[in-house]
């Protein structure tokens, strides 16, 4: 059975940083894509950032130049570091994961869902 467990969020305020992590069992992890979404109250969940088995990435514009993901093959773990948040980035976050042939960047793309992690970045 496949698990992805976040954690790291928490309150800062506008300007700091906070580093999200989600931890995998039950996959392949090193051939699966890994995934980080976001949803804020009222708005659908949308794409933030994705680490390829090739380990490429790909970020949405909104955090590009502020949010760098990683990943470790080796602890089954991948992390978002957030920088220069902003109050805008206030969502709920959840880690993804998905087949390697599929990219990652939507919603419907995912096979599977971590239960998500507060971020609340106040002005």
């Known amino acids: 059975q496949v698990h992805l467990v976040e954690s790291g969020g928490g309150l800062v305020q506008a300007g700091g940083s906070l580093r999200l992590s989600c931890a995998a069992s039950?996959?392949?992890?090193?051939?699966?894509?890994m995934n980080w979404f976001r949803q804020a109250p009222g708005k659908e969940r949308e794409f933030v950032a994705a680490?390829?088995?090739?380990?490429?990435?790909e970020y949405a514009d909104s955090v590009k130049g502020r949010f760098t993901i990683s990943r470790d093959n080796e602890k089954n773990t991948v992390y978002l570091q957030m920088d220069s948040l902003k109050p805008e980035d206030t969502a709920v976050y959840y880690c993804?994961?998905?087949?390697?042939?599929?990219?990652?960047?939507?919603?419907?793309?995912?096979?599977?869902w971590g239960q998500g992690t507060q971020v609340t970045v106040s002005a």
């Open positions: 680490t390829r088995w090739n380990t490429m990435t």
């Open positions: 039950g996959l392949p992890f090193s051939n699966y894509n």
């Open positions: 993804g994961g998905c087949a390697r042939w599929k990219s990652g960047i939507y919603v419907n793309d995912v096979d599977y």
